[in-house]
């Protein structure tokens, strides 16, 4: 069973940012693709970026060019910094190894002035 620990979220203002974060463990981390998702009330959980075993990243349509998803796998961390927020973004953000079910609790992140 992999353990996934997000931090990082919060309130912030349009335009903001903020940069979340992701411990796992019981995987060896560098083996396996990334990813993190998002839930908004009364949504379905979508994808919002992925990163590969090789540093190989692609993002929703929606996040492209103001969210950046990397990896520290010397520190088992995957990393989603997330700039010119917009209200739309709220959500509770978790992330995953595709390759497994297990989710972590995720943290929230909501934009509002």
């Known amino acids: 069973q992999v353990q996934l620990v997000e931090s990082g979220g919060g309130l912030v203002q349009p335009g903001g940012s903020l940069r979340l974060s992701c411990v796992a463990s019981?995987?060896?981390?560098?083996?396996?693709?990334m990813a993190w998702y998002r839930q908004a009330p009364g949504k379905q959980r979508e994808l919002v970026a992925t990163?590969?075993?090789?540093?190989?990243?692609n993002y929703a349509d929606s996040v492209k060019g103001r969210f950046t998803i990397s990896r520290n796998n010397s520190k088992n961390m995957v990393f989603l910094q997330m700039d010119s927020l917009k209200p739309e973004d709220t959500a509770v953000y978790y992330c995953?190894?595709?390759?497994?079910?297990?989710w972590g609790q995720g943290t929230q992140v909501t934009v509002s002035a």
């Open positions: 990163i590969s075993t090789r540093d190989s990243t």
């Open positions: 019981r995987i060896n981390f560098s083996f396996y693709d």
């Open positions: 995953k190894v595709p390759r497994f079910a297990d």
